[in-house]
């Protein structure tokens, strides 16, 4: 159980961290084993908006109607796939602990993310005028891990 929960930290936290650090692409600035990855995973789907993560490399797109984003190692191999959900379909234990813990925030937006080996979290978005942060949770709505408060850009 400690050995699971440190691993969603560490997801977690270099999640949190890449994301800060995401960087637009042109198409042709991705690895061609990673967008052939992506095509080979997503059939069909078309990338919105390429991002460099640190290392890695994030799609963005529409999954069957859905807001989606996946994220693929340099090499292509697949890391994890993160989906909008509605507020509502977050487990319950996480939007109680949302709502007893970050008061005077406002859930604005939910995530299940899936990773390469089929493990699910989950993400709420926390959100107090211009600030917010991510709060991620197991599959079972216990929370693991916060993201450090940022600033909405003008």
Known sequence: MKTTIATIATIALCFGLSY?????????????????????????????????????????????????????????TFKELEQEIKIADLPKAASDYCTKTFVGYKLSEAAKITDGAGKVMFEAEMTKGKEHFDAIFDDKGNFVKKSEPTKAKD
């Open 20 to 76: 800060a650090n995401a960087q637009h692409l042109k198409e042709a600035e991705v690895p061609a084993n990673v967008k052939d990855s992506f095509a080979k995973k997503y059939p069909g789907s078309k990338v919105k908006v390429w991002e460099k993560e640190g290392a890695d490399f994030e799609a963005e797109f529409d999954l069957n109607k859905v807001e989606s984003s996946a994220v693929f190692e340099a090499n292509g």
